[in-house]
Each structure stands twice: as C-alpha cells, then as structure tokens.
C-alpha cells in the first residue's frame, strides 16, 4: 500500500496546528497546560501563551506537522516499494 505523502503531511499539519491553536486558547483562559506550552515555547521561535501566540502556533503546527508527515510518508514509501525476502 503506498501512502499519499502530500495529503499525509497537510492532514497531519491541519490536526497539529488546529490542536495547538486550541490548546493556547484554553489555557489562556484557564492556565491548564501552561508548562506544556511554556516547553513548545522553547522550540517554536516567538510563540508564547497569548491570543497573538495561539495564531502563530497555528501555523507553526502546521509547517512542523505538514514537513514531519511527509517525511514519514516518503520513508514509509520507500520501505514498502521493496520486496520482501523469503
């Protein structure tokens, strides 16, 4: 079975991104999930836990997810185009 490599990576982009925009909106607004997203602050450059940071989330989950997802759907690809040996 081959994988879509491209349909993968915007599927799992849309889900990370969505879910991180999400999740900077409720703990905005409760402060459940601040040290998780204080730990993805370290890693995505500019985000931080506020309205303005949930939109860049976005769209760093996006980029992080589309450019994983593919990746994995080209490995995933090359493994099985080969025959295996019996």
Not at 61 to 83: E, H, M, P, R, T
Request: hydrophobic share 50%; proline share 2%.
């Amino acid at each position: 079975m081959k994988l879509h490599s491209t349909a993968l990576g915007f599927a799992f982009g849309i889900i990370w991104g969505v879910s991180l925009f999400l999740i900077t909106l409720f703990s905005i607004s409760s402060g459940y999930g601040d040290k998780l997203l204080k730990g993805i602050a370290s890693i995505y450059p500019g985000y931080s836990v506020t309205l303005k940071g949930s939109f860049l989330g976005l769209a760093y989950g996006f980029v992080d997810g589309f450019i994983c997802a593919f990746i994995f759907g080209l490995i995933y690809n090359a493994i099985a185009k080969q025959k295996p040996s019996a």
